[in-house]
Every structure is written in C-alpha cells, then in structure tokens.
C-alpha cells in the first residue's frame, strides 16, 4: 500500500476543513442567544430592555426640564396653580414612545394653567412629526413657559 504525496494532502484538507466545520458549527451555536438578546443594539448604544440609549437620555432631560417647571409652579408665591399642573407623578411611560406622550399631555396642562392664571397668550401648539423636533419643540415651549413665571 503506497500512499502518494497527493493522497495525503488531500486527506489532511479534508481533515481541517471538517475540524473547522465543526468549530464554525459549535460557536455559532452558543452564540446565538446573546445575538438574540441584543435586537441589533451593541452594547455601548444600548441600556436595560433593548431601549436606545441616546434617546432615553434626551427624553429623560426633557423630563427633568418638565420637572423645574412643575416645581416653579408649586413655588409660585405669586399665583397659586393648580395642584394638577405641579403634579409629577405618572410622568414616566413604559418606553420612549409613551414617555414623549405624557410630556406632550403634560406640558399641554401647564400651559392651559398659564394661559387662565396669568392672562398669557402663547403661540398654538403645532407638534412636528419628526420625533427629534418633537423634543426639540418641547424644550423651547418648556423654556419659554418658564421665561413667563
């Protein structure tokens, strides 16, 4: 029995293109279920239950904006506002989508407060439909709201 150099060669790729068959198959196995997990995000880019990092952060600054002027409401010595209108409880949603939604209702009720309390006139309230302008558009009027107390 001869084996040839041709032989041989042909057996040890065989061999190695199996032995790297099998440890293509066996990681790409284990792997799955943290590909799974992530839904696309990589872990610098998402936080806590598959929400973007980035835009909680700037919903959650929009919010802390809501809060400072909830709290200049209830401190007001000049005019005594609504409860409602300084309330802050329920103004967290379960994802970004709900949150940008109660800011929406919320900033809507403090204006109306303004507007009967203070005898203000305020531009109407256009919302973009553009999420990022939303917040943007959010932020000013939360501002301005604040210029006016």
Known sequence: MQLNLKTVILIAAVLGASAFGIKKF????????????????TPSNCRGAKT??????????????????????????????????????????????????IIVKEVKIVEEEIIQKLDQQLA???LPENKAKQIQYLNGRIKSLQEVL
């Not at 792997?31 to 997990?37: F, K, R, S």
């Not at 919010?63 to 005594?80: A, F, G, M, P, Q």
């Open 52 to 101: 973007k990092f980035g835009e909680a952060k700037v919903i959650s600054d929009l919010r802390l904006n809501l809060i400072d002027l909830k709290s200049e409401l209830e401190s007001s010595n000049d005019v005594t506002f609504d409860p409602r209108a300084y309330d802050i409880h329920g103004i967290i949603g379960d994802n970004d989508d709900e949150s940008l939604e």
């Open 26 to 41: 066996f990681f790409s196995s284990c792997c799955a279920a943290t590909v799974e997990t992530t839904s696309g995000c």
């Open 124 to 126: 109407a309230f256009e």
